[in-house]
């Protein structure tokens, strides 16, 4: 097998790690391991092997065809360039960098500070991630897990149904419910 | 404004001094912000990008910390002018002429912000000795600032959003630059080294991405971006550089109380030639003021302070030589220039024993 990054040596230090349920894999010759620094640190950089990662490996099928309607970017550019081309892209290719931001930060939220007029956190988002765990869940055929899941996004959605609603009843009804809206602190 | 005003003033990070100023040179703290609803530096058009310039031209001046500043458009300038600015840690080598790429310096060069770079802002605060916090409020009070002018690119899941996935959610690559010469010198760095990858740091030359290391000066810096707050990974970083500063006073110790001949030669050595040499590489320099360095953190060299090594370290550099000659040099006019600049340094500062 030749390296994956030159394509002409014969590839002789290999990297496996599992990320989800997807296993990457590397296969590099000793010069271009030792260029990106295998050779000295264990777990190494790993955007400076976007472009190798993001392979049919990693990829989504379905976002495979996809161009982002605002900058009209696709994942085999991206895995040219190694670069993202707007925000929408992060919509747009969804799936394929959620796996590909796990592997790099091996967390998929951010905790952080938050940008002035931003809530910190909508509750239209956190059912999303509920969701996509629970096809995972059904995936895998953990029914168990997928009935719990389902019952957690239906209460999540009541709960920002009746939000919205308490706010535009707030306008005639100054008295509502106590303000715990969505966009606490955003740290 | 000219680019050659950083020649004549202080640079804050350069100074040699604050918290254990003995062994690190250097902290740095950058963020990477977008424009909201604009497509990122290299996908945007050329009308586009001149568009964020002028903006951040615009939002810099109503900013406590940035107004007044030094503004370079690299257009505008010339090659050894950009080389220059990367010598003095101002900007990548990812800024660009090619995308509008500019830089907007405070006073002293301990704020600023790159625009145009991949990502459309890159704010970064620079200070000398080991100062993570402080440089962490500075930049989350600057970005805060600009915050109330602009309006970024950000997901309530994955926070700010930028062009390399590397850099997604605080967007924070905070850096400390140290000089290990003793865990060098002891061939226990390797294993440090691999350590500290393992606990999700990078290492890096002092220039950054794909640099080579140096004059036993290494640059450690988080990897991880997303998930952890500001705060969380200032105080990871922190602990761990605490250790390895630990260590390497450790190895310092061992070395001076076993009084080897070859510490002292080296030391001495370094000095010899660096006062003495008629022609020096940057390369060599920088390896023979490591040493200097090291006689002087060690107490076996004494009249010359860390700024001035300091100092010499940048002034070195091929760019900084040819604006200090105020024109350009070939390699060879350089190494002689280079070994004068050096000589008088080091003879003009008392250091006579």
């Known amino acids: 097998m030749n390296c994956q990054i030159c394509q002409k040596k014969e590839a002789t230090v290999h990297f496996t790690e599992i990320i989800g349920d997807k296993i990457i894999k590397l296969h590099l010759c000793e010069e271009c391991a030792q260029k990106k620094g295998i050779g000295m640190n264990a777990s190494f950089a790993l955007g400076d092997f976007l472009s190798?990662?993001?392979?049919?490996?990693?990829?989504?099928?379905?976002?495979e065809k996809l161009t982002c309607p605002q900058c009209g970017l696709n994942l085999a550019k991206?895995?040219?360039?190694?670069?993202l081309g707007c925000g929408q892209c992060y919509r747009t290719f969804e799936k394929t960098l959620i796996t590909l931001i796990k592997a790099i930060h091996k967390n998929e939220r951010h905790t952080g500070k938050g940008c002035p007029g931003v809530p910190a956190k909508s509750i239209s988002e956190d059912s999303r991630i509920l969701k996509r765990k629970l096809e995972k869940a059904v995936e895998i055929e953990d029914f168990e897990k997928a009935a719990r899941l389902r019952d957690l996004i239906k209460k999540t959605e009541k709960k920002s149904a009746a939000k919205g609603s308490a706010k535009t009843r707030k306008r005639k009804k100054p008295r509502g419910r106590p303000a715990k809206g969505p966009g606490g602190d955003p740290r | 404004m000219k680019i050659e005003v950083l020649?004549?003033?202080?640079?804050?990070?350069?100074?040699?001094?604050?918290?254990?100023?003995?062994?690190?040179?250097?902290?740095?703290?950058?963020?990477?912000?977008?424009l909201k609803g604009k497509n990122f530096t290299r996908r945007a058009s050329e009308e586009q990008r001149r568009l964020i310039l002028s903006q951040l031209i615009a939002a810099a001046e109503s900013s406590e910390h940035l107004k007044n500043s030094l503004v370079v458009e690299l257009e505008k300038v010339s090659e050894l002018d950009r080389q220059f600015l990367q010598e003095r840690r101002l900007i990548s080598r990812e800024l660009s002429p090619r995308f509008q790429g500019a830089v907007i310096v405070s006073e002293r060069e301990m704020v600023s912000l790159s625009v145009n770079e991949e990502d459309h802002l890159r704010l970064q605060v620079l200070q000398s000795g080991f100062r993570l916090r402080e440089c962490w409020r500075l930049v989350d009070r600057v970005d805060s600032e600009l915050g109330k002018k602009l309006e970024y690119e950000f997901s309530p899941v994955l926070g700010f959003l930028t062009a390399c996935p590397t850099n997604v959610g605080t967007g924070m690559r905070a850096s400390v630059m140290v000089h290990l010469p003793a865990l060098v010198l002891n061939k226990v760095i390797g294993q440090i080294l691999h350590a500290v990858g393992k606990l999700g740091l990078t290492v890096r030359g002092v220039y950054g991405e794909g640099t080579e290391v140096e004059g036993n000066l290494f640059q450690i810096s988080n990897q991880v971006t997303l998930g952890k707050s500001e705060e969380e990974i200032i105080g990871n970083l922190e602990k761990i550089i605490k250790k390895i500063i630990a260590r390497e006073r450790d190895s310092r110790k061992v070395l001076l109380e076993g009084k080897s001949p070859r510490l002292e030669d080296r030391i001495y050595r370094a000095r010899g030639i660096l006062r003495n040499a008629r022609l020096i590489s940057s390369q060599e320099t920088i390896n023979l003021l490591s040493g200097l360095r090291?006689?002087?953190d060690l107490g076996i060299l004494s009249g010359i302070s860390r700024g001035s090594i300091n100092q010499l370290f940048i002034h070195s550099q091929p760019a900084h030589l040819q604006k200090l000659a105020g024109k350009s040099l070939s390699a060879e006019e350089r190494d002689l220039l280079r070994a004068e600049l050096i000589r008088n340094k080091l003879s003009s500062n008392g250091d006579n024993q």
Do not use: C, H
């Open chain 1, 52 to 63: 190798t990662l993001t392979d049919s490996e990693v990829a989504a099928k379905e976002e």
């Open chain 1, 78 to 83: 991206f895995r040219q360039e190694g670069r």
């Open chain 2, 7 to 34: 020649l004549q003033k202080e640079t804050e990070w350069l100074k040699g001094t604050g918290p254990e100023a003995d062994i690190v040179l250097s902290t740095r703290v950058r963020l990477a912000r977008n």
């Open chain 2, 294 to 296: 090291m006689g002087v």
